[in-house]
C-alpha cells in the first residue's frame, strides 16, 4: 500500500471496502464509515443529481470541497459506467493544497482505476481536460470562490463540507444565498447534511427541501429552486411550526 499518512491525515477502511481519510485538524473523517466513501458518493451526490441531469450536452458542476476528490471522480465513473454523453465542466474549490499534492498516495478504490490520469493530473496541476472533461480544482476559500462564479452556471452543487459544527462558514445562509446566484433555476444541490439549520439555511434562500433515502444509507437532502418530481419533498412548514426557535447558522 502506498503512503498517504501524515500528521495532518490518515487513511481509514470505510466499510463498503473503500478508504477514506480522518482529518486530525478537523477531527473528522472524510466520508461516513459507515457508508462507505465510495457509496457515500455515488448515493448521497451522483445518482441524486444525475436522477434529474442526465440527458444535457452539458453539465456544469460545483464540487464544494475536493478533499479526497471521491465526488468528482465517482461522477466521472458514474458518466463512464452508464455511457452518458455530456460533456462534463467540473470546478472544486479546496483549502488544502499539501491534500491535495498527495492524493498521488493516496489508495483508492478499483472501480477509479481507469481515472489514474486524471488523479495524476489533479494532483500535479490541478487541472485535467480532455474532449469530454474539464476538471479545475481551485486552491483557496470556497467562500471566496463561489462568490466570483458567474451567476446560474451551475446544473449541480455537491455540498460536501465538514460538519456544519466543524466549518460552520460553509453552511450559513450567507453562504447559501451565494450558492443561490451561481446554481441555475432547475438545478439540484446534494448534501449529507439533514440538519434542520442546513434545511433552513436553504429553505429561507427560496430553495425546495427533499429527502434523499434508500435502503442502506442514512437520510441525506436535496435542494432546488425548482420543484422537483423524484424526490419526496420536506414539509419546511411543518418543521418550523414544530421548532419554533430552530434558525439558521449565520456569518
Ligand atoms: C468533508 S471533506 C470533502 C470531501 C470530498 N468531497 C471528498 O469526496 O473527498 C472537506 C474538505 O473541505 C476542505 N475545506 C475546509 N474549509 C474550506 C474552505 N473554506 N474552502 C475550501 N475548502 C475547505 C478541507 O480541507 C477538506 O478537504
Known amino acids: 500500500m502506498k503512503q498517504f499518512d501524515n500528521e495532518l491525515h490518515s487513511m481509514?477502511?470505510?466499510?463498503?471496502?473503500?478508504?477514506t481519510a480522518y482529518s486530525k485538524e478537523y477531527g473528522e473523517h472524510y466520508h461516513s464509515t459507515k457508508d462507505g466513501a465510495l457509496y457515500e458518493s455515488l448515493i448521497k451526490h451522483v445518482e441524486p443529481a444525475f436522477k434529474?441531469?442526465?440527458?444535457?450536452?452539458?453539465?456544469?458542476?460545483?464540487?464544494?470541497?475536493?478533499?479526497?476528490?471521491?465526488?468528482t471522480l465517482a461522477t466521472i465513473?458514474?458518466?463512464?459506467?452508464?455511457s452518458l454523453t455530456s460533456k462534463l465542466n467540473i470546478y472544486s474549490p479546496e483549502l488544502d493544497a499539501s491534500l491535495v499534492k498527495s492524493l498521488i498516495n493516496f489508495t483508492y478504490p478499483k472501480e477509479f482505476d481507469e481515472l489514474k490520469d486524471?488523479?495524476?493530473e489533479l494532483a500535479n496541476s490541478r487541472l485535467y481536460s480532455d474532449k469530454n472533461l474539464y476538471v479545475e480544482i481551485f486552491l483557496g476559500d470556497a467562500r471566496e470562490y463561489v462568490r466570483g462564479l458567474a451567476p446560474q452556471k451551475f446544473d449541480i452543487v455537491y455540498q460536501d463540507a465538514f460538519s456544519p459544527s466543524s466549518n460552520p462558514a460553509l453552511w450559513t445562509k450567507e453562504y447559501f444565498g451565494?450558492?443561490?446566484?451561481?446554481?441555475?433555476?432547475?438545478?439540484?444541490?446534494?448534501?449529507?447534511?439533514?440538519?434542520?439549520?442546513?434545511?433552513?439555511?436553504?429553505?429561507?434562500?427560496?430553495?425546495?427541501?427533499?429527502?434523499?433515502?434508500?435502503?442502506?444509507?442514512?437520510?441525506?437532502?436535496?435542494?432546488?429552486?425548482?420543484?422537483?418530481?423524484?424526490?419526496?419533498?420536506?414539509d419546511m412548514?411543518?418543521?418550523?411550526s414544530c421548532n419554533p426557535d430552530a434558525k439558521?447558522?449565520?456569518d
Open 52 to 71: 434529474i441531469k442526465k440527458n444535457q450536452d452539458e453539465i456544469n458542476i460545483l464540487d464544494i470541497c475536493f478533499g479526497l476528490g471521491f465526488n
Open 178 to 234: 451565494d450558492i443561490k446566484k451561481c446554481i441555475k433555476n432547475d438545478g439540484v444541490l446534494t448534501t449529507y447534511s439533514i440538519a434542520l439549520a442546513t434545511r433552513l439555511a436553504l429553505y429561507e434562500n427560496g430553495f425546495n427541501i427533499y429527502i434523499n433515502s434508500g435502503e442502506g444509507f442514512r437520510d441525506a437532502t436535496v435542494a432546488s429552486l425548482c420543484e422537483l418530481n423524484e424526490f419526496l419533498e420536506v
Open 77 to 82: 465513473y458514474y458518466h463512464k459506467k452508464n
Open 118 to 120: 486524471v488523479i495524476f
Open 237 to 240: 412548514k411543518h418543521k418550523i
Open 12 to 19: 481509514v477502511l470505510s466499510e463498503d471496502g473503500s478508504y
Open 248 to 250: 439558521p447558522l449565520r
